[in-house]
T-cell receptor, first 113, second 110 residues
């Protein structure tokens, strides 16, 4: 298994500001994933973060809006930049164990006013 | 674009009843996972199915992967209030990426 923690667990932010979300894993992993879960909806992959290289973003997500850092094999950050109310969501990080097992952090619940 | 449609979207049943949740796609997946998510938490993996036609049982939960690996079902026998949550299927797209289904929100009433 994998133990994943996220900070903050929740935040309320003003429009136009930025928030950085941290994800810490209890063991080294090659890839870390960032997802968004909008209210009442399913999960959408934002990007994949590999250590030592730039993150790979999915269609509809760009680096200027969601910059990601991956300084080592156990840690990653996702920044939500220039926030608007439409960015209100739960942001989740995850890691893989083997080919078919994925573990998620508890999520960061973001509300933008 | 690969899509996974789940049905029903919402389900409210009495404790002790049986239910089935469906996950359908026009795409073939190499494997498919089922998760349960409770409020304030991340999704928790319940099962992974890999082989077409595969059936896996986890206590009162029975998971089936379609023969063509395009669809799956989750059947819960004698539902309990602890089964309440958001159920998500996810299909493996490539070696490490997953496409998540639209979700089924289950509420089991005492």
């Amino acid at each position: 298994s994998a133990v994943i923690s996220q900070k903050p667990s929740r935040d309320i932010c003003q429009r136009g500001t930025s928030l950085t979300i941290q994800c810490q894993v209890d063991s080294q992993v090659t890839m870390m994933f960032w997802y968004r879960q909008q209210p009442g909806q399913s999960l959408t992959l934002i990007a994949t973060a590999n250590q030592g290289s730039e993150a790979t973003y999915e269609s509809g997500f760009v680096i200027d809006k969601f910059p990601i850092s991956r300084p080592n094999l156990t840690f990653s950050t996702l920044t939500v930049s220039n926030m608007s109310p439409e960015d209100s969501s739960i942001y989740l990080c995850s890691v893989n164990r083997g080919t078919d097992t994925q573990y998620f952090g508890p999520g960061t619940r973001l509300t933008v006013l | 674009t690969q899509l996974l449609e789940q049905s029903p979207q919402f389900l409210s049943i009495q404790e002790g009843e049986n239910l089935t949740v469906y996950c359908n796609s026009s795409s073939v997946f190499s494997s498919l996972q089922w998760y349960r998510q409770e409020p304030g938490e991340g999704p928790v993996l319940l099962v992974t199915v890999v082989t077409g036609g595969e059936v896996k049982k986890l206590k009162r939960l029975t998971f089936q992967f379609g023969d063509a690996r395009k669809d799956s079902s989750l059947h819960i026998t004698a539902a309990q209030t602890g089964d309440t949550g958001l159920y998500l299927c996810a299909g493996a797209s490539g070696t490490y990426k997953y496409i998540f289904g639209t979700g089924t929100r289950l509420k089991v009433l005492a």
